[in-house]
């Protein structure tokens, strides 16, 4: 009988891309601009969806921000005008 693996947050996301991800945003949080350098590979060092994926199947690097994690919860399943947080700097790629 298959049983599917358990969902993985940190695991749906290859360490290479995320990494890329984290770089492309300076290793900052794209809503606070938090310093995550010494969190990255810690709970507390998140992937974002700018467009939450419960309305688009986007898992895609132009869809995902750094976040630290205080800002993904309250952001929570909203997107960032919903949620009052704007993405700070602008001229990167969401």
Known sequence: MFWPRRWSGSKWIR???RHEIYRRDDFRCRYCGADL???????GCTLDHVVPRSRTADNGSDNLVTACAGCNLRKGDRTPE???MPLLDPGLPF
């Not at 010494?38 to 709970?43: H, Q, R, S």
Request: glycine content about 16%.
């Open 15 to 17: 360490p290479k891309r």
């Open 37 to 43: 350098r010494d969190l990255v590979g810690t709970p």
């Open 82 to 84: 919903e949620a009052g």
